[in-house]
């Protein structure tokens, strides 16, 4: 005696087609297969399995048993002596199980027969017999005919391959393993952690709950993840892949997809092709890496990323920008309060409107800010960084150069770094700050500030004023490389430059040589060398400081100074 499996066995398999595959129908499995058959009375049946490739029926072994675990009939040593087993006539209708042992010591293979008396086509298709269930251990697999399977409920670690045909494979709510194989398959997973593979062909796949791991593989597929948190990838062609409830990794592949997150924070990566990525509620990432690529996310559905292989400006409702990759690429912001964070090489960020906070990291990157609450965000030595700014702007640590941008009358600060500050076209303020700076006003009437160190200030076109307001000393002399006799302004800070009346210098001040030649003099220029001099003794005993250099040979007079 022996006890038949009571779990209902493994799968209730319905055929969708006749079979006209000539040598039977595949079956892949390894360990032992039980066939439940109905046998209709009067008729003799003759069953038998080949090796797949090798009509070798020596690696199978098969025992009929009846319903109450009575051995009928084993392996005969008739056709191709072994691996088959014929069953007489039975004088009433009768259930049978049949269990095929599979003795190659590895899953293999196989074209299983069953023959009747009835033209003995080799079929599991004809009423005679109706193959109801299925039991395997190991794994267990269709041919080339579409065929229809359904786990029952309470069986446990099943793998089911679907082979040629149409499938339909249905798991239960244990773990599953389907293959769906080659043609147009239908998988449902049911409940447990299932992994399901469409294979080629347009499958159709639904993991149902628990947290699947789905692969579409070849074909336009429509993949449904159900509830919980799934892992699906689309491979080859134009997919439909849904998420729905839980945290899930969507995965598009090769192909133009359609990804749908629902609810849940998911991840939609589109891969290669025009892919259309839809989040849904929860706060969802977005992979993209084609221009082709379209985001839908509406309002209120969550706090979303993209993150970027290319170029790519945030669309509506999306609120932050992570470029990766290694490539020198750009990111833009939308209307919203954006963080927009570069890679490793050199990005431009611009956070457009809305108080955007940038981060570019390593590379030399470029920040465009038009609001007053935008931030750039720069670490130590990771690039020379430049904020182009359309407002007001002080550099923050790290940045290196400001550009003023428009035709608005601007402010620009420097930080404690080796500042350049650029002006646009409007009438500028740029301060350098600490740092050996280099200041171009560029055009308009602007006022320059050098600051503590060594500046080099150009004024560029217009009227433009030099300002000096620091403390004086021999790391502290600036270079003004176009000072203009006909149009520009120096003016001096009066509790810098002491001693002096508010008010234009008086002539009786200013001298040209190469040192003071009389009492009152105390701004001196160097005609020959274009060093201008501090004195505030004149030809009292404190020495002459040095503050600023200018071009050689220029007509400098009084009027040139200014004190405030």
Do not use: C
């Amino acid at each position: 005696m022996v006890t038949i499996p009571s779990n209902s066995y493994l799968a209730e398999w319905n055929p969708l087609t006749t079979d006209g595959y000539a040598s039977g129908e595949i079956v892949d499995f390894d360990g032992e297969a039980w066939v439940r058959l109905d046998l209709i009375a009067g008729v003799p049946y003759y069953l038998y399995a080949v090796s797949q490739g090798s009509f070798d029926t020596n690696q199978t072994k098969f025992e009929v048993y009846s319903a109450s675990g009575t051995l009928l009939k084993s392996s005969s040593g008739g056709f191709l002596s072994g691996g088959s087993a014929n069953i007489a006539a039975l004088p009433a209708d009768q259930t049978v199980f049949v269990r095929i042992t599979n003795t190659a010591g590895a899953p293999t293979a196989f074209d299983l027969y069953i023959e009747s008396s009835e033209g003995w086509s080799p079929s599991f298709y004809t009423a005679d017999p109706t193959v109801h269930e299925i039991t395997a251990t190991g794994r267990f697999g269709f041919g080339p005919a579409s065929n229809a399977v359904t786990v029952a409920a309470g069986v446990t670690g099943t793998q089911i391959w679907g082979g040629f045909g149409d499938d339909k494979i249905t798991g239960n709510d244990s773990v599953d393993q389907l293959f769906g194989g080659q043609g147009h398959d239908i998988l449902n997973g049911q409940g447990g952690t299932d992994e399901l593979w469409g294979g080629a062909g347009n499958d159709t796949i639904s993991g149902g709950w628990g947290n699947d791991r789905i692969w579409g593989g070849d074909g336009a597929d429509r993949i449904s993840g159900g509830g919980d948190s799934d892992t699906i990838r689309g491979g080859a062609g134009n997919d439909y892949i849904s998420g729905d409830d839980g945290i899930d990794y969507l995965y598009g592949d090769t192909g133009d997809d359609r990804i749908l997150g629902g609810a849940g924070n998911d991840i939609l990566d589109g891969a290669a092709g025009k892919d259309t990525l839809i989040g849904g509620l929860g706060d969802d990432i977005y992979v993209v890496s084609s221009a082709g690529d379209t985001i839908v996310e509406a309002a209120g559905e969550g706090a979303d990323t993209v993150r970027s292989y290319i170029t790519w400006t945030l669309g509506e409702n999306i609120e932050r920008l992570e470029l990766l990759g290694t490539g020198n690429i750009n990111g833009i912001g939308n209307s919203l309060a954006n963080t927009l964070t570069g890679n490793a090489r050199s990005n431009t960020l611009n956070g457009g409107l809305g108080n955007d906070t940038m981060s570019g990291g390593l590379g030399n990157d470029i920040y465009i800010v038009s609001s007053t609450g935008d931030r750039a965000i720069e670490g130590a030595n990771q690039g020379t960084d430049t904020v182009r700014s359309y407002i007001d702007w002080t550099l923050g640590a790290n940045l290196e150069r400001l550009e003023l941008m428009g035709t608005g009358n601007l402010t620009g600060n420097g930080n404690t770094l080796n500042n350049t500050l650029v002006g646009n076209s409007g009438n500028n303020a740029l301060r350098g700050g600490a740092g050996n700076d280099t200041l171009n006003g560029g055009t308009g009437n602007d006022k320059l500030f050098g600051g503590v160190g060594t500046d080099m200030l150009t004024g560029g076109v217009g009227s433009d004023t030099f300002v000096f307001d620091t403390p004086l000393g021999s790391t502290n002399i600036d270079k003004i490389t176009d000072y203009n006799v006909a149009q520009d302004t120096i003016q001096l800070e009066n509790s810098v430059f002491t001693g002096l009346a508010n008010g234009w210098l008086s002539a009786g001040a200013f001298h040209t040589g190469s040192a003071a030649h009389d009492s009152t003099d105390r701004i001196i220029y160097n005609k020959t060398t274009g060093d201008l001099y501090f004195d505030k003794d004149g030809l009292g005993g404190a020495a002459a400081t040095k503050f600023a250099t200018l071009s050689p040979g220029l007509a400098m007079t009084a009027g040139e100074f200014l004190i405030v």
